[in-house]
């Protein structure tokens, strides 16, 4: 299975754009988004996927009423746990208590943003923050793909 992950997209509509075309191109089937979507106004792009979604509230989405009416059940409070091709994952925002999440080795799968830094751990348990779709910080708009087959995690500069 592919799952296609960002985080930190921050109202950049174009690289969201071309995030969300990449994913449907590629065939991911779903997508895991770690926060700061920002507006609700992005949910018009998020809902051209052709998967399921699966979002977590960061730090700077403030609207979050206007976010869940419009995402509906794909957004939630973090930490958000699924389960995905038997695999058992944590979704978050902020790495506060990424230490200890990693530490537990309960997940396969643990997933953060907030940093804006690409980070992947392709160890036990896999660890990834995609770095930033928005590129507002670091000037380079990523997101990545899991193989949940490979425990593989292909990063892709948007």
Known sequence: MLIGIMS?????????????????????????HAGDLISPFTAKIMKKLQMEMFITFGNNDGEKLGLKALYGDAIHRPPLELTLDHK????????????????????DLIVYGHTHEIDVREEKPLVVNPGECGGWVTGNSTVTIWNTSTDKVEVIEL
Request: zero cysteines.
């Open 88 to 107: 058992k994952i944590v979704l978050l925002h902020e790495p506060d208590s990424l230490g200890a999440i990693v530490a537990s080795k309960y997940y």
């Open 8 to 32: 930190d997209s921050h109202d950049n509509l174009p690289a969201l754009s071309k995030a969300v075309t990449l994913f449907n191109e590629r065939a991911v089937e779903a997508v895991l």
